[in-house]
């Protein structure tokens, strides 16, 4: 129970913001947006999906968003992997970590990948198994930890078992997503103690949504509890698909914002990265939803 | 070192909201607007300011705002009055509460009063003093609590200072004022600290902005101190003064929701809030700042 000395921030915003980006952008733009991110001082990038282009057409281009990277020392750029595929595409285009997507509500992961959360993890496990053996780091994500947008209230145990299953299958790190942002910050603290008793807090991260505002005090809460992982979008990226208008991942700008008022370090240059998000926000003709962001461009 | 029960909201839209629009709104909006305030359960509304029409031309109908108010039993409707002669106009007006506004830096004061601190205390005293033989309570506002736009960091010690003034001169309540939005949760938890042990918490309310998107995560640290009374904005209406089309007020909604999922009784309904707030953006034609008003309303 107390603040960690540094913050390791897992940017998400060149996957998980523009894949909900109406139309896709560019590859070119894309590649910018990371080499800016990376510059900025972000060590772990979230770079692509290797999914069908069918199902998420904002990702088509992984392959070359893969092959073009002006890779920095000291970078990760990884990619999300659903299944074996999708996996054996991005050890071809030189991924330095791959991640697999669960989900700790039932009728989201019907909805959201077809099938049950059992299955899912059935389907996730020879992924994981050939990404360790090709010596790639697998990280996993549980989504609507702190609540579904079918179901409601999720029990933390839901959460806590998934989390200890992927765990167990070889994630080294379990990135608690929540998806649809409806946190605050003692179930945030309370989902976290409860995970934190069957997966090490130090191999866990914190993924949370602003689409209800809270974001910043449900990591502050989780920051209190000794998290040290955080995800999160330049600029806002993505928006809400539960919520039309409505924002969706947690601003980058802002967290760091929070840091280094905590006096937590993360190594990440705020000027640098708040630059980075309003000028993906102007190229790609979006609002910019980090109020940092906003704030530091307007003096 | 508790969270409270419950907390009072006091609502400032009407007034520091709407008192940084670029054109004043008409009065029956105004009256609109602090009647479906009432109507969701709140109960103490900033409702004017009795300063001169010339320095702040928004408040120049206060009134006619004050004449025209559908009075809701139990709800407080409160005016600034930074001098005597404004003091006098709101008691005619038949004013519930009248507030002053001091500053904690003083190049601050300068700037926004054109006096010392001191001086402005000084101001304060017959005001203070009259509203109390007329038996009107007076809250007293401090801003920069957590920072200024021209000094940068302020000392607690400062805030204090000020604050046990106000206190010993008679103002029953103490507004602490994070004016432009810079403060991060450890700060303002220092500072809370810092001026409780000059005035009684209880006596204490926390004025955040949300320029840099930290006001819910700061308003949740002072909480944790057991913070009972919190100005918020609906829509966060108001915007920043000092930076162009940043955020100003904490949104009321997104306070609620958080309080909510707290636990902490705050007599207000959410829905009908969040429906004032949309229907308040969309009359005047400004940007719902209230992620839960947009959230909600995209349902």
Known sequence: MAFPQSVRLVEVGPRDGLQNEPTPIDTATKLELIDRLGSAGITHIEAASFVSPKWVPQMADHREVMAG???????????LTPNLRGLEAALESGVDEVAVFGAASETF??????????????????????????????????????????????????????SRTLFEMGCYEISLGDTV????????KR???CVAGQVPLEKLAAHFHDTYGQALANLYAVLEEGIAVIDSS????????????????????????????LGIAS???LDKLAETGRWITETIGRPNRSKVGVALGAR
């Open 69 to 79: 990277l002006k890779r920095r020392p000291g970078v990760t750029y990884a990619a």
């Open 267 to 269: 190594g990440i240059d």
């Open 181 to 188: 942002g409806v946190g605050t910050p003692l179930k945030a």
């Open 191 to 193: 989902m976290l103690e």
């Open 109 to 162: 992961s019907q909805k959201n990948i077809n099938c049950s959360i059992a299955e899912s993890l059935e389907r996730f496990a020879p992924v994981i198994e050939t990404a360790q053996a090709a010596k790639v780091p697998v990280r996993g994500y549980v989504s609507c930890t702190l609540g579904c947008p079918y179901e409601g209230e999720i029990a933390p145990e839901k959460v806590a078992d998934v």
């Open 234 to 261: 330049v600029a806002g990226l993505g928006g809400c698909p539960y919520a039309k208008g409505a924002a969706g991942n947690v601003a980058s700008e802002d967290v760091i914002y929070l840091l280094n008022g």
